[in-house]
């Protein structure tokens, strides 16, 4: 929106002052001895709060990540574990049946062809 000075000189109005680094420490500098009801942010500080809550929802989400990859292998391998007993059985009897060492590598490995 753009308008003219005259047209904004009723409402409410918010000025950012920019100061340098230097300038850091107003105390009772020129601004606040001119307007007492002026309050100052410290933009610098805010921002440096957030990137720390950002960088510790972002450990969290790493945490999650490790424990649901620790989660997964740890299924996977009761998976296997479970069909064990049940695959040396099939190579038994494959075996006693006559299946070559080569037609029982490729039956374990899901390689059929």
Known sequence: MILSPSLMADLPQT?????????????????????????????????AQIQAMLGQVVKAVQFLFVLTLAAG??????ALASSRDERMREAGLMRALGASSRQLSRAQSGNWR
């Open 15 to 47: 000025w950012d002052l920019g100061l340098p680094p230097a300038g850091r420490r107003l105390g009772r500098s020129t601004p606040l001895r001119a307007m007492p009801n002026l309050t100052v942010f410290d933009t610098g500080l805010i921002l």
């Open 73 to 78: 292998i740890t299924v996977l391998y009761g």
